[in-house]
């Protein structure tokens, strides 16, 4: 069996650590931002999991509902420190290590190392440290989305933690929710296309959206307006745990309306085998993160069902800016996180 495809995590006692005063320009303030020191590193040692745990991690605020996301996201190019990136290469697992490896351009080996040291450290937040970042172990589902397999003793398995990675060379970002699936895509507002957009939009989009591309006259207005259909359909397929194969684009479409919020609907065409999963009980949210990204995050919503169509939901987004083990910060309500959507 590979080790990447069944994994299993194992919780460790937490040790003491001294107590921290969190700051904030000269006020006690909880989550704001926060300044710890990393425990230094054990050695590995071959056929022993866990070890001394990093209950320097703060922690964050419980998450209250299905509803509710919180996504942590750093900067790679703000990560440089040799040392610290050793730090974060040693939560690897074997197999995460190998696959950095393989990455033959160091920023890509880098992005590798960062992306997996994120999702392990945000993990650990959510229970409290009592799992070791290197103790976590994963599943993958046939689409090849990846799980965390809880064991069956673990009291966190009660209310599951569900989560998903996305990340450009200059940004990655980790999605956090409760009992609900989830979906995050982010893209450089700046990024741009080799193609005509208009083609691409016909390539891989619904009608009715490439319809409404072409309203917009602005060459610059329709690029940004395609980046951030394009990650609202990416989030919505990536949270569908099936990907951009099993649920191809141009089966549903998602119209994104400042005034009525973000809608979702499966086309009237649609043949394709096993897109029956598609369903229309999400949530969406669509934000400026950082001032250079387009951020979507999609969740499920079964109770949206039950309720009249034009009932109020919304998504409870919380936001931090981390460099694990130094620096947590809340970036929620600052000009660091601009919701559109």
Same mark, same amino acid.
């Given at each position: 069996?590979?080790h ?19 700051r ?9 931002l926060?300044r ?10 071959p056929g ?5 745990l990093?209950s320097?991690?703060? $922690?964050p605020p419980p998450?209250?509902?299905?509803r509710? *996301?919180?996504?942590w ?6 990560l ?13 697992s ?20 960062l992306?997996?040291a $994120? ?7 959510y ?5 070791d970042?290197r103790?976590f ?26 989560f998903n990675?996305?990340?450009?060379t200059?940004?990655i970002?980790?999605g956090?929710?409760i009992?609900?699936h989830i ?14 957009i208009?083609?691409l ?6 009608p ?7 309203? !917009?006259?602005?060459?610059? +207005? ?7 259909l394009?990650?609202?359909?990416? +989030?919505y ?20 309306? !400042?005034?009525?919020? !973000? ?8 043949s ?10 999400w949530?969406?949210?669509l934000?400026e ?6 951020m ?6 079964s ?9 109020p +939901?919304? *998504? ?9 083990f130094v620096?947590?910060?809340?970036v ?6 601009k919701? !559109? +959507?």
């Open positions: 069996m590979r990447h495809h069944l994994l299993r995590c194992r919780a460790m006692p937490i040790l003491p650590s001294p107590p921290r005063t969190l904030v320009s000269g006020s006690l303030v909880h989550h704001r926060i710890c020191r990393g425990l230094p590193i054990p050695p590995r040692t022993v999991s866990g070890g001394r990093f320097s991690l703060p $922690l998450l209250q509902s299905p509710e *996301v919180h996504v996201y750093l900067c790679p190019d703000e440089n420190n040799q040392s610290q990136l050793n730090m974060y290469e040693e939560l690897l074997p197999s995460e290590r190998k696959y950095a490896d393989s990455m033959k351009a160091t920023l890509l080996r880098k992005d590798v190392v992306s997996r $994120l999702l392990r450290t945000t993990l650990s937040r229970t409290d440290c009592k799992i970042p103790s172990e994963f599943k993958k589902n046939k689409f090849g989305k990846p799980e965390v397999l809880w064991p069956l003793d673990d009291s966190t398995a009660e209310q599951p933690l569900h990675i996305s990340h450009t200059s940004l970002a980790c956090i929710a009992n609900a979906g995050i895509d982010v893209e450089e507002k700046k990024r741009n296309t080799t193609k005509n208009l083609s939009a016909r390539r891989y989009f619904t009715s959206e490439v319809d409404s591309l072409a309203e !917009i006259s602005d060459s610059d +207005a329709q690029r940004k307006e395609f980046l951030k394009w990650t609202l359909k990416e +989030a397929v990536k949270a569908l745990g099936m990907g951009f194969s099993g649920a191809p684009f141009s089966t549903f479409s998602i119209m994104l309306e !400042i005034s009525k919020g !973000i809608r979702i609907s499966k086309t009237s065409n649609t394709r085998p096993g897109c029956d999963h598609l369903s229309e009980n949530l969406f949210t934000a993160l950082n001032s250079s990204h387009y979507s995050v999609c969740i499920e919503d109770s949206r069902s039950q309720g009249p169509e034009d009932s +939901a919304s *998504v409870g987004l919380k936001v931090w800016k981390t460099v694990p620096e947590d910060t809340l929620s309500g600052t000009e660091a996180v919701l !559109i +959507a």
